[in-house]
């Protein structure tokens, strides 16, 4: 198993065994589904702006806004956990329907939540939201294999993640405009409504699933089929185990603890941003900072298509080390957008920023998706988990040090611990192969069964 997981990247993509216009369908109904993803993307990105402001409004305290975002990061910890348990019990068709369904629930009673109910109601917002929005993502993910095929799964990594970034340079852009011209009940009623989309559009998915969950293989395969779908709740039911097995894949376990340096490192570079942008120009702060997202995310855009074209002419995806060459150009980019180089340079970071972000995106997706689907919901949880985790640490350690420290200085240190993983990553990988390719010789014992 070591070595099939860890050469898994090297193999040409396998030749599929369905029919083209079943794979076509197939894309077809998955392009339908990023579409809706797409659309609540942004609905969460407005709302992410809007329910900090309504928070604050709301308490009067700027505590309550960090206690609202630690409970939307907690959840989605705990989500994480949960999620690899979950999807062995249920197909992730219904995790991804009844996620939307639960925040687009939860916005309809913020709406109608009476003045003395509002706080309560907005913990209850960032429960939800957090713990829905990790399974949707963890649902999302394992199951693209089963969707449009192992084939496939770069495309549909990389479609889902430009629809996403997207989504969030809108969201981000919009949520002033929103909220100033129409009110914050207004932002809720439209994040709802980009729920109900979502859940439309999972719904109308005629998918089993997939990710590990009980549908996760046909009937067809009779009892071959039953035995494993029997052996795969069993594995639900030991959720510890199932965790730590997939924990312990190889080259798994340096790759999720480089990817929670990375959110580490992304907490320094989003509260560092609007410091930054007003030392910049302290009449307009949300200049810079939006420029830099929509630079960023045409440069995660333009990432995609080109990982698409290698794919599609190379017939390989982009594996591992695309993961860690990709950390490293990403977390040395952000470093750099702080150093106060010309706004053309700064406009040329931005955008290999957003590359390279674009490209350690797929690449691990990709990878994870590799792993036996019993196995799969567990490691994508297991990131999720670590993902948080780095993330809100980052955020409370960076707020700290920004108190006192310039946002360059924080910013590096923080990027820096991603590179310094990133580049131990990069040695096993590459010594790991090296020793696949040129084996070392066999002893006398092994040729010729006894030593001469």
């Keep these: 198993m070591t070595q099939d997981i860890e050469q898994a990247d090297d193999r040409p993509d396998p030749v599929p065994d369905i029919d083209p216009a079943g794979t076509a369908g197939g894309e077809r109904r998955y392009r339908f589904l990023v579409a809706g993803y797409s659309l609540s993307s942004y609905g969460t990105f407005l709302n992410m702006v809007a329910l900090n402001l309504f928070v604050y409004e ?4 700027a505590l309550a806004m960090g206690l609202f975002m630690a409970v939307r990061l907690g959840s989605g910890f705990l989500a994480g956990l949960a999620a690899g348990g979950l999807l062995a019990r249920f197909t992730a068709k219904s995790l991804m329907l009844y996620t939307n369904v639960a925040q687009a629930a939860v916005m309809l009673l913020l709406v109608f939540a009476p003045e003395g109910m509002r706080t309560a109601t907005l913990m209850a917002v960032s429960v939800v939201v957090g713990a829905c929005g990790t399974l949707f993502m963890v649902s999302l993910r394992s199951s693209i294999p089963e969707m449009v095929g192992d084939e496939r799964r770069s495309w549909a990594n990389s479609l889902s993640i430009t629809g996403r970034s997207l989504a969030m340079v809108a969201g981000f852009a919009s949520a002033g405009v929103v909220v100033s011209l129409v009110g914050y009940t207004a932002a809720f009623v439209v994040d709802m409504a980009t729920f109900v989309v979502c859940a439309v559009t999972v719904a109308l998915l005629p998918i089993a699933g997939g990710g590990g969950g009980k549908d996760a293989r046909p009937e067809s395969d009779g009892d071959s089929g039953g035995r494993t779908q029997e052996s795969e709740r069993r594995t639900g039911r030991r959720m510890p185990g199932a965790f730590l097995r997939s924990a312990a894949a190889p080259g798994l376990g340096l790759m999720v603890v480089l990817r929670g340096a990375d959110a580490f490192g992304s907490s320094s570079h989003n509260a560092a941003l609007p410091v930054y942008s007003a030392g910049l120009d302290a009449s307009h702060p949300a200049v810079f900072v939006s420029a830099f997202w929509c630079l960023w995310a045409l440069g995660n855009v333009v990432a995609q298509q080109l990982i698409q074209r290698y794919i599609k002419r190379t017939g390989r995806a982009v594996g591992a080390p695309g993961f860690g060459y990709g950390t490293c150009l990403m977390s040395g ?27 350690t995106e797929v690449s691990y997706t990709s990878h994870l998706q590799t792993l036996p689907a019993e196995l799969r919901g567990h490691a994508f949880g297991l990131s999720a988990t670590v993902e948080n985790l780095g993330f809100g640490v980052g955020m409370i350690l960076v707020a700290a040090a920004l108190d006192s420290h310039r946002p360059l200085t924080v910013v590096a240190w923080s990027h820096g611990v991603a590179i310094v993983i990133a580049v131990v990553f990069l040695i096993r990988v590459t010594g790991s192969r090296r020793r696949d390719r040129f084996p070392a010789p066999r002893s006398g014992a092994d040729r010729g069964g006894q030593v001469r």
């Design 333 to 359: 980019a952000f470093i750099l957008a702080f150093a106060g180089f010309p706004s053309a340079a700064t406009a040329v970071i931005a955008l290999v920023a957003g590359a390279a972000d674009g490209l």
């Design 58 to 61: 709301t308490t009067g305290r």
